[in-house]
């Protein structure tokens, strides 16, 4: 006759075998999600790098029609091309005299909004509630 043992620790494999999936799941999800995050955040960063070309180009514009023209218009939207073209540009041209400069010493202000979510075709648009809106505004004065 065999003596018959008591199995104690019978089961003990399969329970910390769960627990060590369970938490390997945990850890995958987690990295899953900050790739994520990483990606929009990368994302988002690209396109804020462009709308600001944009918006700098934007400013060219202005200028180039300011001094080369004479005359900037008050204000034009228009879209660009190559890797800006899902950008649009809204430029706006004030002169402000400068008290006591005279005439000929005005004051110019050129403030270019690059946005990817115009609305109606001219930036800023205050309305969007999109993740990915994207808009930058550079301003300079001669």
């Known amino acids: ?26 850890l995958g999800v ?7 995050t990483q990606q929009t955040s990368s994302a988002l960063d690209l396109l804020g790098a462009r709308a600001y ?11 180039y029609q300011q001094r080369i023209n004479g005359n900037c218009v008050a204000s034009r939207s228009f879209g660009l091309g190559g890797t800006l073209s899902t950008f649009t540009v809204t ?3 004030t002169v402000n005299a400068t008290p006591g400069m ?6 110019i202000t050129v403030t270019a909004t690059a946005c ?5 075709g001219v930036c ?19």
Not at 102 to 107: F, K, L
Request: glycine share 6%; charged share 10%.
């Open 53 to 63: 070309e944009a918006a700098r180009a934007g400013v060219e514009y202005g200028l």
């Open 124 to 142: 800023p648009n205050a309305a969007t509630t999109s993740a990915d809106y994207v808009q930058r505004t550079v301003t300079v004065q001669f």
């Open 1 to 26: 006759m065999r003596p018959v043992r008591q199995r104690l620790a019978a089961g003990f494999s399969i329970v910390t075998a769960l627990f060590l999936v369970v938490v390997l799941a945990a």
């Open 30 to 36: 987690a990295m899953m999600s900050l790739n994520t």
């Open 91 to 93: 430029v706006l041209c």
């Open 116 to 120: 990817n979510q115009p609305a109606g």
């Open 102 to 107: 005279g005439v000929n010493m005005s004051r």
